[in-house]
């Protein structure tokens, strides 16, 4: 039987954030989170405030938390309340080890560590790396690049003893050999060349070079980075000790390559996984609503992986066929559509009941609803009125709609 705990305010048909509401059992755009033993602490990063809760049970809907940082209560907000050792604003990457608590207070351009994880509110933390005294707030301590200075440290992590920060503005990675307490400086510098340097993927994209590293990992066989601005996830050795090469770069058909996923489908990326997938993943995986699937052949060690906007796994499953020898590839829920003369595919995944002849509103490549005739010829002359139609097709385009031609699987 799973485990269902309720944490933040309802959010009917997903999707949209719930109103910014100052209270001890809200969130606005929580980013990062660590659990202890039943200690959940959680970054609320749009209220600029870290959350504790304690002793989180079976069964609680909204709990309230119990200790709160970098806001003076649980009904203020404020973006930096003064900075020093209490503000936060946009606190996003958090950690622990040793009970002392690490958090990555992106916008002041440093991470904070609290000697302990505090049972009061408002508690200052106890040191700061990034900048040169708790008063500081500029990016790189307001000069260039150092070795000293952060910009935007988004992720913090450890990879077994050793200390991470993704240090995302200035495009690098930095590394201690263990939490740095007395204002050690790093040892290991990962995406740039030097110190002084933040040039954006080292001006080529490449095994070595990062846009917006975001958060790092790492457990017995390597660290890993999550680059979002190359949409990649990079695999370096465990005992890395300098800059150098990724073993394994995920999510690009090649280590040169940060294409952005063209809200379709994608030709499919081999993953190599350490460990065995436990059959709970699979059987959980079933019951994942129908937003986005990943459908798993596993041969040893090896998972391949396809991304694709689909139903339930359980219900979409016999209807996939293989390709290029490589793994399943879904072919149901992908009509064609022809807007103004131009044709594109459009996945009907969240509206698998479209029929031929049907109308419907098509936004990056997915039916966000059906529509009636009336409706359709409506909404077109309003895009005409405002110039949206000639923005995007040319003012001699025809705007008299058309249904949808071809529904693959149908």
């Not at 958060?215 to 695999?235: I, K, W």
Request: charged letters at 20%; glycine letters at 10%; proline letters at 6%.
């Amino acid at each position: 039987m799973l485990r269902v705990i309720s944490l933040g305010a309802e959010s009917p048909g997903g999707l949209a954030p719930p109103a910014a509401t100052f209270a001890p059992d809200r969130f606005y755009g929580p980013r990062g989170l660590v659990l202890i033993g039943s200690t959940l602490i959680v970054c609320d990063t749009g209220n600029h405030r870290v959350l504790v809760f304690r002793d989180l049970c079976d069964g609680i809907v909204s709990p309230k938390a119990s200790t709160i940082l970098g806001q003076p209560d649980f009904y203020s907000e404020s973006h930096s309340n003064g900075g020093g050792s209490q503000g936060l604003f946009l606190p996003t990457g958090v950690a622990t080890r040793d009970n002392r608590l690490i958090v990555g207070d992106v916008w002041h351009h440093r991470v904070l560590i609290w000697d302990a994880i505090s049972t009061e509110d408002w508690t200052g933390a106890d040191h700061v790396i990034g900048q040169a005294t708790m008063e500081d707030v500029e990016p790189n301590q307001g000069g260039e690049c150092s070795t000293a200075s952060l910009d935007w440290p988004f992720g913090v992590g450890f990879v077994e003893d050793r200390f991470f920060i993704a240090d995302t503005g200035n495009r690098r990675i930095l590394g201690w050999d263990h939490l740095p307490l007395d204002g050690e400086l790093p040892e290991v510098i990962v995406g740039q060349s030097d110190f002084n340097s933040r040039n954006e993927n080292r001006g080529e994209v490449g095994p070595s070079s990062f846009r917006w590293p975001y958060s790092v990992v790492g457990d017995c066989d390597g660290m890993y980075v999550a680059d979002a601005g190359n949409h990649t996830v990079l695999m370096f050795d465990l005992k890395i000790d300098k800059d150098c090469d990724a073993l394994c770069v995920i999510g690009q058909v090649d280590p040169c390559s940060n294409s952005e996923w063209p809200y379709g489908l994608q030709p499919q990326m081999l993953i190599v996984f350490h460990m065995p997938l436990p059959k709970m993943v699979t059987d959980l995986w079933l019951q994942i609503p129908p937003i986005i699937g990943c459908f798993f052949t596993i041969s040893c060690l090896r998972v391949i992986v396809t991304f694709l906007m689909g139903q339930l796994a359980k219900r979409t499953l016999a209807q996939m066929v293989r390709t290029d020898g490589l793994g399943l590839l879904p072919t149901p829920f992908v009509g064609h559509m022809n807007f103004a003369g131009v044709s594109r595919d459009v996945c009907f995944a969240s509206w698998p009941d479209v029929k031929v002849g049907d109308y419907v509103l098509v936004h990056v490549g997915f039916a966000l609803t059906v529509l009636d005739e009336s409706s359709d010829h409506e909404t077109l002359a309003i895009f005409r009125d405002f110039g949206l139609i000639d923005g995007e097709l040319g003012s001699d385009a025809e705007i008299v709609p058309q249904r949808c031609a071809l529904l693959a699987g149908k």
